[in-house]
């Protein structure tokens, strides 16, 4: 079993920058694949970021591409997703998730195949 919990979220500007943080409990987390997700109001919770179990892979959705950094810090169980160029329409509560299938290469990013998940953290960008 593994808890998830976010933090650092916030009220920013349009372009600029946040860092979210996922602290995990539990001595596997550095076998799960990590993954970043949000959801706005009113749309489908949706694919943002994920991370191999190494660190050594990753895999980003088209529109954060450039923008964003997923990494991890498995001596701290603590995965990250670094949010620069923020716009508007990356308002959204964004989840923290974790994959607990043996990666064979691919990361997922279907939401359903992630096991674990954190209670979300706020991110507002205004214009």
């Known amino acids: 079993q593994v808890q998830l919990v976010e933090s650092g979220g916030g009220l920013v500007q349009a372009g600029g920058s946040l860092r979210l943080s996922c602290a995990a409990s539990?001595?596997?987390?550095?076998?799960?694949?990590m993954g970043w997700f949000r959801q706005a109001p009113g749309k489908e919770r949706e694919f943002v970021a994920a991370v191999s179990w190494s660190g050594g892979t990753t895999r980003y959705a088209d529109s954060v591409k450039g923008r964003f950094t997923i990494s991890r810090f498995n001596a701290q169980n603590t995965a990250y997703l670094q949010m620069n160029g923020l716009k508007p329409e990356d308002t959204a509560v964004y989840y923290c998730?974790?994959?607990?299938?043996?990666?064979?290469?691919?990361?997922?990013?279907?939401?359903?195949?992630?096991?674990?998940w954190g209670q979300g953290t706020q991110v507002t960008v205004s214009s």
């Open positions: 998730a974790a994959d607990r299938n043996i990666y064979t290469g691919t990361i997922a990013s279907a939401a359903e195949s992630y096991e674990y």
């Open positions: 539990g001595r596997t987390f550095s076998r799960y694949t």
